[in-house]
């Protein structure tokens, strides 16, 4: 079955950077665009971040634009997400995310939290 799970949440300073990765299973992970998502109590689930399988194409959230980068490595069925500069709004849970006929699935999610 499929599988996502996350890893490399923490606490980091305003300004510092995060790398999460999403080791995905249970499917043909070179076939599917991949995402990020996030969610904090204050705010619904935001897709954050989205890579395409075919082209490799990239789409971000305006919030994170310029901060934040998505990136896969398919031989190693993981995608990443690099964030740098990164500002206390960018606390959530961070989810990553695929759709495989029509069924949305997700990981347990990694927390990131930015504090001084």
């Known amino acids: 079955q499929v599988q996502l799970v996350e890893s490399g949440g923490g606490l980091v300073q305003p300004g510092g950077s995060l790398r999460l990765t999403c080791a995905a299973s249970?499917?043909?992970?070179?076939?599917?665009?991949m995402s990020w998502y996030r969610q904090s109590p204050w705010q619904e689930r935001e897709l954050v971040a989205t890579?395409?399988?075919?082209?490799?194409?990239?789409n971000y959230t305006d919030s994170v634009k310029g901060r934040f980068t998505i990136s896969r490595d398919n031989a190693k069925n993981t995608v990443y997400l690099q964030m740098n500069s990164l500002k206390p709004e960018d606390t959530a849970v961070y989810y990553c995310?695929?759709?495989?006929?029509?069924?949305?699935?997700w990981g347990q999610g990694t927390q990131v939290t930015v504090s001084s």
């Open positions: 249970g499917f043909p992970f070179s076939r599917y665009g």
């Open positions: 890579m395409t399988s075919a082209d490799g194409s990239t």
């Open positions: 995310h695929v759709r495989r006929n029509g069924v949305a699935y």
